[in-house]
């Protein structure tokens, strides 16, 4: 058989280094050409991760044993020898860039497995790769100095069971960098600055939100294919909806991520929630953030803790009764006045078991109370302004002839903060003696010292102070100031301050999750026989139908009907079958309709998962499912 | 336990030897009021103190367990021969086994804390008769030998009657009336050995308390059996010849700490309640305050026979607010009684009602669209359940439409859009769309319950038949705190009020049909063909359009007729399930699905 010549570039030789021509023939097989080109570079280095890629034909050249005849590959064929994995600059859902080396020539489903693995991420298969969006030329120079955190370094492993090592995986634990990246990856960050989320990208309709769907990467393609270069720059998301087997012991990164995507998902109005609504995440980011600051040295004290709080409760329970204090009460059953002192009388009150007794005068204090209200059951409600020295609690107690609205005037922040402590524990039926009336106590001082802070320039989360504006989206930094903010948090912080971090990011969410357009995600699609545009949500168990004009939802078809679907990739045309004869068909109007089909299929995988028991992931079963014929 | 139970046996069967000395009645209340210290002192440190005389503020709050059970005890013995004391009597029998078994935990520390105390080795005659007289109560068979039914019956009527009378003695004024109830909850009368530990309890009280002259007088009525079952239990320590130290101060531990649990239990809130039936008889039965409403619900099926079926249900109805809530299976019952006022008409009900469980047995028709009614697959039933209460968060159907909302105070209604969301129900006000950022809040979830209203057509003005009610559920009389919403038919109310169960119990709703569902097929494993009612909600065929006139239902309270199928029946909604219930368990006609219900009623 004739030899030809068969040119290759070698990138280790440097970019001005010209092309190696090997001597090969058409039945050598694609492991002895690489045998020849790495005799022929005379460098001695590992080049185990290298291989060829075809540029013309954008595709690797993988299969060792294949003949160059076989692959195709003749004389014209300008092949490049270069390493399969590369390093990217990878956006996270917490919006921190890291870099590190991801897999370009095995198609990205895997390469996210892979990426997954290094960041002690469980469940890949629920992420994927988005280009970013693209970004002004003014902005490219502030990119260079992005704190960048490196991971290139670390190498990636084959196995699936990462040893611990210092509460981190031990790939983690080499040095102080990594670690850093670690606590990055899994502790949620501080909350950005208001102008900060002001002048990132918001979705303004549901058009908009469309959008996001012509950036994702092809899953059954390799990075390369699609144009990926080295230390380009992606973004790593949660794609689908649906977290399988969420268990905070083994998913510190995840769930971390996971809040952080779902945290951004909400300041950036990407999914539309109520104002009361958006108080309680604001207040939960708050505590989140909070909890996570001071995590570092709780875990480090945790015996010390104990024992303090030990102590504290035995100081109470010798004290006695705890609280017993001079104050204002106003009893609205005559309400007259409003907010000022008018309608308000001085008592001397005892809190006792979940009761509060008042008397009219502290020498009185041993006799009959003038009244005794019972909070178990009750509502309360802050009614403070530090600004000027109001601390009122309001108590909504029920009662058989409907609610008696109360309300305690305290003198000061720390009696305002023992008897808040004390009313809200009451009203969960729990005394004082209850070991978290400290804390609670803690959690309250330091939300009003917010307040008093929050006047102050904006800056980003301290020990001490945050402005409540980076906690609630545009929308609401628009309509409220800080000052009329605060009390608003507060009163959603008063029902959580108790939860600990890993509830509290769990609440938050299991509260964004309950969010009625949570998960879907929209296509702009042309119905076939249809005129105009109308959008398709895609959500873990439905396709919705929503009309562009007024939108309202059309029509809904849920996966448990479906009997097939399919797609006519000539003219990109999406069908599918539901029971009942009901047939749909759709072409994408600006993503790609693999795009659509990778959701759908996506999401019916996603759903088999809890069936399989086994924890190695069926990727020819994703790929079946999602149409990446090319990846089989 | 066992070992002690063999003990307590023992003393049971010596308790009728020696009837003698008198001393001893006083060191025994010395030793309760040692005991009562240690109690105090081992009781987490919480220094136990008499409430206040209660206000205002609280006259529905823990004050009133003990009126509501006065009442309750007043309206059962009033009832003359219709109070089935046998029955009440089997059921605090069974309580007590249950709570003899149940209130472990605590006993380690009170063995340590008491052996090492000298003062009550000193007593060692009262520490033994305290105990073993505990014991007794424990030990059914021997006092079955001893007593005949009727003694017993007849011991349980007096010391019933002798609280009633005290009850009626003293005024009505909460302070006063604590004293004597309380004796009542500690009363775990089953045999002669607990109405003489009741007596016992009501000295520990008295050490403890500072009672004022009410209480004392009312106790003195209590104090009839007083000396006779003292020195029963006195005798027999007496007797017992402590052979070594070591071991006598060993059992003696032990004893204490028995006694010690027992007193733990009496603390145990009970209620004696009457239950109405559907054939407008009633059951009077004992909760005690830890029992779910499954567990009561359970129980009264056990004695009842009337075939098991997911759909028996608790319902509360307060008619003074004509609106009824069926009692969820995992609700505390004691609790939720509690909210009853003193004076309260308010029933309980022991009835079957589709409406319970209608959501899982056919979801799809709840979870889904709105508006069309569909038949589905067992196993997509399933599936669409588990998807939406087996996820990581609650999904709630997607309520929205336009509601009737009542005017505060006045009679009219007005017409809102109503969203309901995991977080509230909210609606969307004047003049804007309906995006979650402008939604008002109307509720928040947390506090209120849901209720059915009855007949608020003539009541309120009402649109419609078809209202649900929002309140607090400690608010029982008319307030501007209670929210009356009206639908437009009887498939949207069924929906939003299921919706809000949701909302507000999330998976806790589908673990209690699940666990109702092991229950019925357990009992159904074992009872006869006959009750055999239970896939009547499940199962579906066609039914004829137009409905009989079936004589209405007293089962809600109030009675109605059912004008056939027309869309402003008259009925009420409860008494359309229970008929429809009828119909399905009649054995040979077909079966009734809800959704036919619906549309049999509206069309």
New interface residues.
């Given amino acids: 058989m004739a030899a030809w010549d068969l040119t290759v570039t070698v990138e280790d030789l440097g970019p001005d280094a010209p092309p190696l021509q090997i001597s090969v023939t058409s039945d050598l097989h694609i492991g002895g050409v690489i045998l020849k080109l790495v005799e022929q570079t005379n460098l001695k280095r590992d080049w185990s991760d290298h291989a060829l890629w075809w540029e013309q034909k954008q595709q690797w050249l993988l299969r060792t044993g294949w003949t160059l005849d076989k692959c195709g590959v003749h004389a014209d064929a300008r092949l490049i020898f270069t390493p399969q994995h590369k390093p990217l600059r990878l956006g996270l859902p917490n919006g921190a860039t890291l870099k590190m080396r991801a897999c370009f020539s095995s198609p990205v489903f895997r390469t996210v497995m892979g990426i997954c693995r290094v960041l002690n991420l469980r469940h890949p298969e629920e992420l994927s790769l988005l280009r970013p969006v693209e970004e002004k030329k003014k902005k490219k120079d502030k990119d260079s100095s992005e704190e960048l955190y490196d991971l290139t370094d670390v190498p990636l492993t084959a196995g699936s069971v990462q040893a611990l090592y210092n509460g981190m995986p031990a790939h983690f634990a080499d040095s102080p960098k990594t670690e850093a990246v670690y606590k990055m990856l899994s502790v949620s960050l501080p909350s950005p600055a208001p102008e900060a989320i002001a002048k990132l990208y918001r979705p303004a309709s549901i058009v908009d939100k469309t959008h996001i769907h012509t950036r994702w990467l092809d899953s059954s393609r390799s990075l390369m294919q699609q144009g990926i270069q080295e230390n380009d720059k992606l973004g790593l998301r949660f794609k689908y909806y649906?977290?399988h087997d969420?268990d905070p012991k083994y998913d510190a990164v995840r769930l971390t991520q996971l809040y952080e995507q779902a945290r951004w998902a909400i300041l950036l109005e990407d999914i539309?929630?109520?104002?009361?609504?958006m108080m309680?995440f604001g207040a939960l980011q708050y505590h989140i953030g909070k909890q996570s600051l001071s995590q570092d040295m709780v875990s480090s004290c945790q015996g010390m803790d104990d024992l303090e709080s030990a102590l504290k409760s035995l100081e109470v329970?010798m004290v006695?009764?705890g609280n017993s204090t001079d104050m204002l009460v106003r009893d609205t059953h005559n309400k007259s006045s409003r907010l000022t002192l008018k309608g308000y009388k001085q008592y001397w009150c005892k809190f006792?078991e979940t009761?509060i007794?008042y008397y009219k005068s502290k020498e009185d204090r041993y006799g009959?109370?003038i009244?005794?209200?019972?909070l178990?059951?009750c509502?309360v409600a802050p009614d403070v302004n530090v600004a000027g020295q109001k601390f009122c609690i309001k108590l909504l107690?029920?009662?058989?002839?409907?609610?008696?609205e109360i309300y305690l005037r305290c003198e000061n922040e720390k009696q305002y903060s023992q008897w808040m402590a004390a009313c809200k524990l009451a009203s969960k039926g729990l005394?004082l003696?209850d070991s978290s009336y400290q804390s609670e106590v803690q959690n309250i001082q330091t939300f009003l010292s917010m307040q008093r802070s929050s006047s102050a320039a904006p800056t980003s989360q301290t020990d001490e102070s945050i402005n409540t504006h980076s906690l609630v989206s545009p929308?609401y930094q628009k309509k409220y100031k800080p000052k009329q903010l605060t009390p608003r948090i507060l009163e959603a912080y008063q029902n959580i301050a108790q939860l600990s971090l890993t509830s509290a990011i769990l609440k938050f969410?299991?509260?964004?999750?309950?969010?009625?357009?949570f998960g879907i995600s929209y296509f702009m699609v042309r119905f076939k026989g249809s005129r105009k545009d109308e959008v398709l949500g895609i959500a873990n168990?439905r396709l919705i139908r929503i009309d562009l004009g007024v939108?309202d939802v059309v029509k809904?078809w849920?996966y448990?009907n479906m009997r097939q679907w399919n797609v006519n990739w000539d003219i990109r045309q999406v069908a599918i079958e539901f029971d009942g004869n009901i047939n749909i068909a759709f072409g994408c109007v600006n993503a790609d309709c693999k795009v659509v089909h990778e959701y759908i299929g996506g999401y019916i995988f996603m759903s088999t998962r809890a069936r399989q028991q086994s924890d190695t992931l069926n990727e020819e079963l994703f790929h079946k499912l999602t149409g990446g014929h090319e990846a089989l | 336990m066992e070992q002690f139970s063999d003990d307590e046996l023992d003393h049971a069967a010596e308790e009728d030897s020696d009837k003698e000395d008198q001393d001893l009645d006083k060191m025994f209340g010395a030793w309760l009021g040692e005991l009562d210290k240690l109690t105090k002192s081992l009781d987490d440190g919480r220094p136990e103190k008499v409430k206040k005389a209660p206000l205002r503020q609280e006259s529905n709050m823990a004050n009133m367990a003990y009126r509501f059970s006065v009442y309750n005890i007043n309206e059962a013995l009033n009832q003359g021969d219709a109070v089935d004391l046998d029955a009440l009597m089997a059921d605090l029998c069974s309580i007590e086994q249950e709570l003899s078994t149940i209130s472990k935990p605590s006993s380690a520390s009170s063995h340590l804390g008491l052996t090492g105390d000298a003062k009550v080795r000193q007593k060692p005659p009262a520490g033994r008769s305290h105990s073993t007289k505990v014991g007794s109560s424990n030990s059914r068979p021997p006092l079955a030998s001893n007593f005949s039914m009727d003694d017993i019956t007849a011991q349980l009527e007096k010391a019933s009657q002798s609280m009633d009378e005290a009850a009626r003695q003293t005024p009505y004024s909460s302070s006063t009336m604590r004293r004597p109830t309380s004796h009542h909850h500690h009363h775990r009368t089953g045999s002669v050995g607990t109405v003489t530990e009741h007596e016992v309890r009501s000295f520990v009280h008295s050490s403890r308390s500072s009672i004022n002259s009410a209480s004392a007088s009312s106790m003195d009525s209590l104090d009839i059996e007083k000396p006779k079952s003292d020195t029963d239990g006195l005798q027999d320590g007496q007797d017992q010849p402590s052979s070594e130290e070591e071991q006598a101060a060993k059992q003696k531990a032990e004893k204490i700490r028995v006694a010690l649990e027992k007193i733990k239990e009496a603390q145990v809130k009970k209620l004696v309640i009457r239950v109405h039936l559907s054939d407008e008889s009633s059951k009077t039965v004992m909760v005690d305050e830890r029992q779910t409403v499954r567990q009561v619900l359970d129980s009264l099926l056990d004695k009842s026979h009337c075939g098991y079926s997911l759909d028996w249900s608790l319902v509360e109805i307060i008619s003074e607010l004509q609106m009824e809530r069926i009692f969820e299976d995992h609700e505390n019952l004691v609790e939720n009684l509690l909210n009853w006022t003193r004076d309260s008409t308010n029933r309980l009900m022991f009835i079957e009602r589709i409406e319970k469980y209608a959501l899982f047995k056919n979801p799809q028709n709840y979870l889904l669209g709105r508006k069309e009614t569909c038949e589905m697959a067992d196993r997509n039933k399933e599936a669409l359940l588990e998807e939406c209460f087996c996820g990581s968060s609650i999904s709630v159907p997607e309520m929205e439409g336009v509601l009737w909302l009542k005017d505060d105070g006045k009679k009219s209604w007005k017409k809102r859009y109503f969203l309901l969301r995991a977080s509230g129900i909210y609606y969307v006000p004047k003049g804007k769309a309906k995006a979650s950022r402008d939604l008002v809040c109307f509720l928040q979830l947390d506090h209120v319950n849901v209720y059915l209203g009855q007949d608020y057509r003539s009541k309120y003005k009402a649109p419609t038949d078809y209202c649900m009610v929002l309140k607090h559920p400690q608010i029982q009389k008319k307030s501007q705190y209670i929210k009356y919403l009206c639908c437009d038919d009887v498939r949207t109310l069924h929906q939003w009020v299921n919706g809000i169960r949701i909302a507000k119990y999330g998976k806790l709703l589908y673990l209690n049909y699940q666990e109702a569902m092991r229950r019925t097929e357990a009992a159904h494993d074992w009872s006869s063909l006959s009750s055999s009612s239970i896939k009547s909600g499940s199962s579906s065929s066609s039914l004829p359009e137009s409905q009989s006139n079936h004589s209405s239902q007293s089962d809600s309270g109030v009675s109605e007729t059912t004008s056939s199928g027309h869309v402003r029946s008259q009925s009420v909604v409860s008494s359309i399930f229970s008929e429809a219930w009828k119909r399905g368990s009649q054995a040979d006609e077909p079966k009734v699905t809800i959704e036919e219900l619906y549309f049999s009623n509206l069309n």
Wanted: aromatic letters at 4%; a negative charge.
């Fill in positions: 649906t977290f969420m539309d929630c109520t104002e009361e609504e309680l329970k006695g009764d006792q009761s007794s009959e109370p009244q005794q209200l019972n178990k059951g509502e107690i029920p009662a058989p002839e409907g609610m008696n005394t003696l929308r969410l299991q509260i964004w999750q309950a969010l009625p357009d168990n939108g809904t849920r448990s």
